[in-house]
């Protein structure tokens, strides 16, 4: 704590990072002080509102971005125009693969966003660079296809109950990953998505959200308000147990 203290208040480090709630958590986190101060005379802070594109399937990549506040959806079209969710990111992960010059998936805002944008040169530059910031691409891109795994494994073999509970339990802990006893948050996707992320029809989806919240599992207001009274009760719904 006491390092984490004198870091934020490091003169070396630029003043509009200091403040920055990803800073530590996101790529910034693995830069130098001296390294972060050339990042920050490059980088862009931009609001995007729910629903917006941050980046096309086949569209020619030259910015990055660190997910400072909100949820993106990830998703995938198939060339007759049918699309998938393959995945959701939060903060503060690193959106986009370095030295790829296209995207192969669509990013869209699944709730109001913040992000920190970065020129595709100058993060490439850095990958080479710093040991440290390439560490931390390695290891992200290998929790997202260890997660992408265990997401198999609910869509293939779980119940229908227990893929609704999954997707609960994976926005939780993701939201936030210093999760207590209970948590309460706001869905960042609509039951359309949530069918269409986990396989299901709306329908399915709603009569397993009911049937979660009349076994005092969850307590939902307003379609989206989600209160989790206890975590552990959602992690056995979820099958995890």
Partial sequence: ???LRKDVHNSEVPVVCRSCEARHGGVCGSLSPQQLSELSKHSTRKSVEAGAEVVGQGERVNTYSNILKGVIK?????SDGRQQIVGLQFAPDFVGRPFQHESSLSAEAAT???VCMFPKPVIERLVGESASLEHLLHNQALKELDEARDWMLT???KTAQEKVASFLYLIAT???PEKGESMTY?????????????GLTIETVSRQMTKLRK???????NNRHVTVPV???LSRAAGND
């Avoid at 076994?215 to 207001?221: A, F, L, N, S, T």
């Fill in 174 to 176: 993701h939201l936030d």
């Fill in 1 to 3: 704590m006491d390092m």
């Fill in 155 to 157: 869509l293939g073999r």
């Fill in 186 to 198: 706001e869905l960042p996707l609509s039951r359309a998505d949530i069918a269409d992320f986990l």
């Fill in 112 to 114: 109001e966003i913040e």
């Fill in 74 to 78: 990830l998703s995938k079209m198939l």
């Fill in 231 to 233: 975590m552990e009760r």
């Fill in 215 to 221: 076994d005092g599992i969850i307590h939902i207001e």
